[in-house]
C-alpha cells in the first residue's frame, strides 16, 4: 500500500504556502530514507492527519478509474471545470 504525503513548504513565513501531494510506495528503505529527510527540513510541515479508504470506497473509486481510462465516462479539462464553476 503507497503513502500519500502532503508536502507544504513555507517560502515566506505567513503569507504563502506551496502545496505538494506525493503518493510514495513506503515499503522500500529508499522511500524511507526520503520520508526521514522531508522531516528533518524546517521549511517543511508533515500534516500526519491519517486518511484510510473503505474497500467499498476503493470500489468505486476504481470502477471510476476503469470507466475514466476507458473513455466510458465524460472526461473534463481543469479549464473546464473552472469555467463551468465560473471561476474563469
Known amino acids: 500500500?503507497?503513502?500519500?504525503?502532503l508536502v507544504r513548504i513555507n517560502r515566506i513565513p505567513y503569507l504563502w504556502y506551496m502545496t505538494h501531494t506525493f503518493h510514495i510506495d513506503g515499503s522500500s528503505e529508499k522511500a524511507q530514507a526520503l520520508l526521514e529527510y522531508l522531516r528533518t527540513l524546517e521549511f517543511v510541515d508533515e500534516d500526519?492527519?491519517?486518511?484510510?479508504?473503505?474497500?467499498?470506497?476503493?470500489?468505486?473509486?476504481?470502477?471510476?478509474?476503469?470507466n475514466h481510462l476507458s473513455g466510458k465516462s465524460k472526461s473534463y479539462?481543469?479549464?473546464?471545470?473552472?469555467d463551468s464553476l465560473g471561476t474563469n
Open 48 to 66: 500526519n492527519n491519517e486518511f484510510v479508504l473503505t474497500d467499498a470506497h476503493r470500489e468505486i473509486l476504481e470502477e471510476r478509474r476503469k
Open 77 to 82: 479539462t481543469l479549464e473546464e471545470v473552472m
Open 1 to 5: 500500500m503507497g503513502t500519500l504525503i
